[in-house]
Structure formats: C-alpha cells, structure tokens
C-alpha cells in the first residue's frame, strides 16, 4: 500500500511543487490539497491519510494549532509533517511540541522531500536529529537542569537503566536497527524498548520523546 498524504498549505504553487515531486514515486499517493489549517480536520477524517504535510504559517489557523487540533479530535491520527521556509525558528519547535512528527524545508531537494515523507511514515528514526536538537536548545524551556514540570514528569515515567540508554540513542537519530547494532540485541528487542519508552513518556512518537528528553534535561541539547 502507498504511503498517502494530504498537501496543506496557503502558495499554490508550494503545493503544485510537493504533488508534482510526491506523485513521481510509485510508493506515494497525494490524496487530498488545502489551502489552510482550518480544513484539515474534515479532510483528515474524510481521506485517512497516513501522512499531512503542513505549513507552519497560514492566516486562519496555523500549522501549530491545526497540529493540535488535529491530535485533539481525530481517532487514529495520521502523522504530521510540518513544511517551513526556516529551519531554525521558533514556530517548527513549537509545532514539534505540539505533536507534529518533524518538518521539511521548502527549499529542500526532491529526494530529501521523498525521503521525510517516507521517514516519518515509517516513524522508525528522529527526522533531522541535529536541527531538532538546535531548536531544543535555542526555544526549549529547560536550562541545563530541565523545565521543572517536564522534568517531573520523566521521574514518573520511572525508564528503567536500558529504557532511558535506549531513549539516549533515540535522541542521537538512531534508528531500530542502529540502536540494535549498537546495543548488540535483536530489533525486535529494540522496538518493544522504544514501545515502553513512548507508552511511560505518553509519547505518540519518538518526535515527542526526544522533545521529552530535551525538555526534561535528560539529555543536553546543546
């Protein structure tokens, strides 16, 4: 089955540019288009996409609220793939803490577009490990020390020693299998850590845990 996705954004020309691109490859099929966030949820619920590629700026709802809105009501929500003009900005961490499973580049080449789509579809490993880890530690809350709250809430998660070693890796970008190479265990053994993590965390992804981890202080993101 392809990997679908739903095209948001307010240039037409932005998503002429992602269709013509996404469409190309034969294990990827754009199922639907709009032109704000605000339309987002009847789509989502209408087209069950497996993957919304959208805009961070838009004039009625924005890619962080429709973010939220769309984790807030959907059953079964798809993930969520913010596109931006700058990487390094406040709105794609803010939207990365929202629930959005990373971000893509206008800019970006059309094998680097191709690759994110099928990347987050997957969810198997950290999009763009080092710009989330630089967003992190420009626009996190944590000083060192980590946001209080965030903080607290990694002491209930209570990992145990090769959960938290696991979730380590997963900040570094590795996926299953690296961390599996690493750790000299099975994948198998690696994804049901991974499922422990995000199930003590109440993390959807590993986007979110790896937030979790900066936001804590856990691991420094600097």
Do not use: C, W
Not at 16 to 39: K, N
Not at 188 to 200: D, F, I, Q, R
């Amino acid at each position: 089955m392809p990997v679908t996705v739903l095209l948001v954004d307010d240039e037409p020309l932005v998503r002429a540019g992602l269709r013509a691109i996404l469409s190309a490859q034969p294990d990827i099929e754009v199922v639907g288009e709009a032109a704000d966030g605000a339309a987002v949820i009847p789509l989502v619920r209408q087209l069950r996409p497996d993957v919304v590629a959208m805009d961070v700026r838009m004039p009625l709802l924005d890619g962080i609220e429709a973010t939220r809105a769309v984790l807030r009501t959907v059953d079964r929500p798809p993930k969520i793939l913010v596109v931006t003009t700058f990487e390094n900005d406040e709105y794609v961490y803010e939207a990365l803490r929202a629930g959005a499973d990373g971000f893509l580049l206008k800019r970006a080449r059309p094998a680097e577009i191709v690759h994110a789509v099928r990347l987050v579809a997957e969810g198997e490993s950290l999009l763009f490990p080092a710009s989330v880890r630089q967003l992190a530690a420009e626009y996190g809350d944590g000083d060192g020390r980590g946001n209080p709250a965030a903080r607290a809430a990694l002491e209930r998660a209570a990992l145990t020693e090769r959960e938290a070693e696991v979730l380590r890796l997963m900040t570094r970008g590795l996926s299953n299998a690296e961390i599996a190479e690493r750790l000299v265990v099975g994948t198998e053994t690696v994804k049901s850590h991974v499922s422990a993590v995000l199930a003590k965390l109440g993390a959807r992804d590993r986007t979110q845990a790896v937030i979790a981890a900066y936001e804590s202080g856990f691991v420094a993101p600097g």
